[in-house]
């Protein structure tokens, strides 16, 4: 994707270093500012401060992450004791425990000596299976929109409602939720997108809008109770949203709010669709309501970083003082309110049978999700 004409991925590192470079997602949409990488360290605390987030770009800096621990010791235990530091930074994005384990089993048979650089090499091969994977389901998922847009009058808009930010600064490139909307654009057909602001922390308002505006993408913010309102006057079309967890049964972990969205799509008959790579898939759990909900810090809802008249950002609080707050970062929609999960490899129904006629394999794996 591009950013003023220049094409970027999220995260890259320059060839032979010892350095891997992402942008700083806390600053947007205020300032586009480049953080580097040197150790396990800086990995862990980008993950866990969000200056990265978005499960796959969390699952690619977590590999990363694991690469520069052995850079610096590839010892079987540095090994175990970096898997075990990463994997906790973020527990409800399945995609983190998935990349360090694709790492592992590529790197812990190998002799010490040679663990950095295969490292170093798996990572950037689940950074560029990520592109792959976003791209076919932007296909997918514009095969949908053609759908909609062909039911139209010549000319007139597809509205498209989403959440959070699903985009290609939440993956390596193109996004998940974003990628369908960005070839119907490139395509020619009139897309326009409602953007929940997503409170708390704004990630749609501040990241989802930024990448649309960099792409040329029409859309407008909304505050996030509007959506409702605009399902019941026919102004949305469909819903696409991402996701940090997809149970064995179709349930979807994604930021807080959005179950809300997918009731009220529900109760308007509009589509509400998910948009997810493989490694977004947990198959080990029966249920939504067995994935760890993360609670964040009460500061992200008792205070609003923005820009002040004069160009600088400060943090103000904007709650009665002494107030507590709190703050889960996630809900679960369960997967009989979603219209159909769209995948790199196709779309199908949120549901156990839908995601094993996609991913057949998993039924010769033999797991008895808990």
């Known amino acids: 994707m591009k950013i ?19 942008f700083d997602q ?68 399945i995609n983190l425990r998935w990349a360090l384990e694709e790492v592992r089993v590529e790197v812990a048979p ?36 053609r759908e909609i ?15 959070c930010n699903a985009g290609w600064l939440a993956c390596v490139d193109w996004g998940t939720a974003t990628a369908p909307i960005y070839m119907a654009h490139d395509a020619g057909l009139p897309v326009h997108v409602w953007v929940d602001e997503t409170r708390p922390r704004n990630q749609g308002a501040a990241l989802t809008a930024y990448e649309l505006g960099a792409h040329g993408v029409p859309h407008t913010i909304i505050a996030d109770n509007a959506g409702g309102h605009l399902m019941q006057h026919a102004e949305v079309d469909m819903a696409i949203v991402g996701t940090d967890r997809v149970t064995a049964n179709g349930d ?6 959005t179950y809300l969205k997918a009731l009220a799509a529900a109760d308007n008959g509009i589509p ?17 309501f067995r994935i760890p909900i993360e609670e964040r810090s009460a500061d992200e809802v008792l205070t609003m ?47 156990r049978a839908g995601l094993l006629s996609l991913y057949p394999e998993r039924a010769a794996i033999g797991h008895n999700p808990s």
């Not at 995260?11 to 032979?16: D, S």
């Not at 798996?122 to 976003?134: L, M, N, P, Q």
Request: charge should be neutral; charged fraction near 20%; proline fraction near 7%.
């Open 4 to 22: 003023d004409g220049t094409a970027y991925r999220m995260i890259w590192r320059a060839p032979g270093s010892g350095r891997v470079s992402t």
């Open 26 to 93: 806390t600053l947007l949409p205020h300032k586009l500012e480049t953080i580097e990488l040197t150790s396990m360290q800086d990995a862990a605390h980008a993950i866990l401060t969000m200056r990265v987030r978005g499960a796959p770009l969390i699952g690619a800096t977590a590999a990363y992450g694991l690469a520069l621990a052995l850079a610096a010791d590839p010892s079987d235990a540095n090994l175990a004791d970096a898997i075990q530091h990463l994997a906790k930074q973020r527990p409800t994005a």
């Open 110 to 145: 190998l002799p010490p000596n040679e663990r950095a650089s295969a490292a170093f090499a798996a990572a950037a091969r689940i950074c560029d299976d990520d592109v792959e994977t976003c791209r076919r389901i932007g296909e997918h998922g514009l095969t949908l929109i």
């Open 149 to 163: 847009a062909a039911k139209k009058r010549p000319g007139e808009r597809v509205n498209i409602l989403t959440h």
């Open 252 to 257: 979807v972990a994604n930021k807080i709010g």
């Open 272 to 288: 509400f669709y998910v948009a997810l790579p493989h490694s977004t898939i947990d198959w080990t759990l029966a249920d939504g």
């Open 305 to 351: 970083t923005g820009r002040l008249p004069g160009g600088g950002v400060a943090t103000i609080e904007i709650a009665a003082p002494g107030s507590p707050a709190a703050n889960p970062a996630f809900d679960v929609t369960p997967g009989r309110l979603v219209t159909g999960l769209i995948t790199e490899r196709g779309v199908c129904k949120a549901s």
